[in-house]
């Protein structure tokens, strides 16, 4: 039906025609803008602009309800949108591009997890990461829905959490990560928090085991029923390796005449070959493992009979029999490092070991080394004032 749009007629004609479920209404004054009217909405009707794109497809563009809008406002409207189709734009083209866009939920299963997958080392702690937290946050948004300010309250509900500002980053870091990608791939125009405020870490703590604590830690890890988790504690507190090290060691990596464990630079933080020698107790648990010549990896999950991605649940348990509660996987680095300091180790020598690239993070067992060799210093001194006990005869 073609007839002249007058507010009258918006206030008192919207009715569908007998034995009709659904009517257009074209306005004879624009074509193109017409009044859509269904039965069961009796009295009010839908604004639409329809047109045909550059390709000669016929699009339709809702305006909005007769209840919402004038008519002046929706004509204004459709002018505004004929005036685009003019110059050979498409009004629905921006409306199609943010319905394509997808949730961070597919982004991550489908785009993200796939690309870093043969890339970084570590994207079994991503997947860790979104999976527990993230995921149930933001999953369900669209990548263009997210912005600063919800970001920001996801970083304070991880703090009342009881998250570790550092925890907490490494989760901001990941989505940034993932929108960085987005944009790159150009599934979204830009990052909302490309430059988002990380939180200050305040992580200079490192934690030692005393002696006492350590003899309940070793017998936690020598009598718990997870044999494979507590070699692998056992395996890191013997060698200060990071723990993605050890979970992605291969056993040709292993040098049993040699006594060695060579750790490629496609494994290594510094991304340089690493090797590490292997003292009695490392060597006692690899000799302890039922893997060689049965697997590539040392250490497998026997359940799933593959390598170990993360250990963090079962280390939680471990840790927690110990009577340790704050004690971190990556703090028996931490021990392994103090121990050869203590013992008078040059900070060379540990930051060989270590695998350190930068001399500065070694100096942080500077003031444990300091106490050593002020021992040593004071063997000198002892020297010195036994000398000056010596009454030694003067000749006259």
């Known amino acids: 039906m073609i007839v002249k ?42 604004y639409y602009f329809r047109y045909k794109d550059v390709n000669g497809h016929t699009q339709t563009k809702k305006l909005g309800r007769t209840t919402d809008i004038t008519l002046a406002e929706a004509r204004s409207h459709a002018k505004e949108l004929r005036a685009q189709v003019d110059l050979g734009q498409n009004p629905r083209a921006a409306e199609k591009a943010r319905k394509l866009v997808v949730t961070f939920d ?20 991503d997947e860790e990461l979104y999976r527990l937290r993230i995921s149930k946050k ?4 669209k990548l263009n829905e997210l912005t ?11 703090l009342a959490e009881g998250l570790a500002p550092a925890t907490v980053n490494h ?62 504690m056992f395996f890191l507190l013997s060698t200060g390796a990071r723990l993605n090290e050890v979970l992605s060691a291969t056993w040709d990596q292993v040098d049993r005449e040699r006594k060695v464990w060579r750790i490629p630079a496609l494994n290594s933080k510094s991304k340089r070959l690493r090797v590490v020698p292997l003292n009695e107790s490392a060597f006692d648990v690899i000799n302890q493992l039922e893997t060689e010549h049965k697997f590539d990896h040392l ?35 931490h021990f392994f490092c103090g121990a050869l300091a203590s013992s008078g180790r040059t900070l060379y020598e540990i930051q060989v070991l270590a ?33 000056m006990k010596q009454e030694i005869p003067v000749a006259v």
């Not at 919207?14 to 009709?20: E, P, R």
């Not at 600063?148 to 991880?158: A, D, G, N, P, Y």
């Open 355 to 387: 695998g350190h690239s930068d001399p500065k993070t070694t100096m942080r067992y500077s003031a444990i080394s300091s106490k050593v060799l002020q021992s040593a210093s004071s063997t000198a001194s002892d020297i010195i004032k036994g000398a």
């Open 106 to 125: 597919t982004f991550f299963k489908e785009h993200y997890l796939p690309y870093v997958i043969p890339r970084k080392r570590s994207w079994g702690r």
């Open 299 to 333: 250490f497998i999950n026997f359940k799933s009979k593959k390598p170990y991605v993360s250990i963090h649940k079962v280390w939680d348990k471990l840790r927690t029999k110990a009577q340790l509660p704050e004690m971190r996987i990556h703090d028996a680095r």
């Open 5 to 46: 749009l007058t507010e009258s007629f918006i206030s008192n004609g919207l009715q569908c025609s007998a034995g009709k479920r659904r009517e257009e209404v074209i306005d004879a004054l624009m074509p193109g803008f017409f009044v859509e009217i269904r039965a069961s909405s009796s009295g009010q009707g839908t």
């Open 138 to 141: 933001l999953g369900f948004k």
């Open 148 to 158: 600063r300010q919800q970001v920001q309250s996801f970083q304070s509900e991880l």
């Open 171 to 232: 989760h901001t870091k990941l989505i940034r990560r993932m929108l960085n990608l987005a944009v790159e791939w150009e599934m979204i125009e830009k990052n909302p928090v490309s430059r988002i405020s990380m939180l200050a870490e305040m992580n200079q703590k490192e934690r030692y085991l005393s002696e006492e604590e350590l003899v309940r830690l070793v017998k936690v890890l020598k009598t718990d029923s997870c044999r494979s988790v507590s070699l692998i």
